[in-house]
């Protein structure tokens, strides 16, 4: 009887890259719907201010604030008043509504950024609502030396382009392929800077899983910090307010995680606001 031949061992398959491996489906449409809480959290935040004024206070150095997708400053005013109120030099992007890295958008964002590096005579910090993230984040990852520290909040960096509700908006309003777009910047990777990602599980805009900062190895100050909140809503969330307030307070070098401040004796109430973002 002949022998039968050796039979050939299967061919392994490549590993999936990092890219296969990001977050692709979009937040429901229920999550979506509930987008109108908007409204409730800017209600919120009166009835919060004398929690939010007890906030740590700032060393006063600069802080410029990016707009989400189609928005201006003028949606960032809020916030940058609260900052300003804490003792900070908040500054607008002054580029008018964010419709994307058109021609000359990221070069005259690097010219923003230089100028408040210099007129204060300080390193800035730098803090993205959503698409305002991606500017934050690639910014401090090219002028590191000009940057205190980085916050986005519900910034869709380590998900593809379908992972949020909106990126069909995003090319009728920057008129380019998101795709392409993406395949351009290293999105995922960390800024060598301390770098603070805010998200929401509820974001009915952007994916949660897609506004997560992997561990970096390089940058071990990097973190997530998880609040109750829309995507619409995140800037003026009064937990975020707090959250942002109490990372822009650490002095330069002497950073913490905010966990381990939820951690230290904060009480049960500050565990239903920040809840772990390490959970199931």
């Known amino acids: 009887m002949a022998s039968q031949s050796p039979r050939r061992p299967a ?153 949020t509700n909106a990126w069909r908006i995003y090319e009728l309003a920057s008129g380019r392929s998101i795709e392409r777009e993406t395949e351009n910047y290293d999105l995922p990777g960390a800024p060598p800077v301390p770098t603070t990602s805010i998200y929401s599980r509820t974001d009915g805009v952007v994916a949660w899983q897609a506004s997560i900062q992997k561990p970096c190895p390089v940058n071990p100050k990097t973190e997530n910090v998880e609040v109750p909140a829309s995507h619409l809503g995140l800037g003026f969330n009064p937990s975020a307010w707090w959250a942002i307030a109490d990372r822009l307070a650490q002095a330069e070098g002497n950073w913490q995680p905010f966990a381990e401040k939820v951690r230290a004796g904060k009480g049960r109430l500050h565990g239903l606001i920040y809840p772990d973002p390490n959970r199931a």
């Open 11 to 163: 061919r392994r398959k490549n590993p999936p890259s990092d890219a296969a491996l990001l977050h692709e489906a979009p937040p429901s449409r229920w999550l979506l719907a509930l987008e109108l809480r908007a409204f409730w959290e800017f209600g919120a935040l009166l009835p919060s201010w004398p929690l939010l004024n007890r906030a740590p206070r700032g060393d006063g150095h600069a802080v410029m604030v990016f707009p989400g997708l189609s928005a201006n400053d003028v949606s960032t005013v809020p916030l940058r008043q609260y900052l300003q109120s804490l003792n900070y030099r908040p500054w607008g992007w002054e580029l008018g509504f964010n419709f994307g890295p058109r021609a000359g958008v990221l070069e005259e964002a690097k010219d923003n950024l230089a100028r408040t590096f210099e007129t204060t005579g300080g390193k800035v910090s730098l803090i993205g609502w959503s698409l305002g993230g991606v500017y934050a984040r690639e910014l401090a990852k090219e002028m590191p030396h000009m940057v205190r520290s980085v916050i986005t909040l519900g910034t869709p960096f380590a998900g593809s382009h379908k992972a």
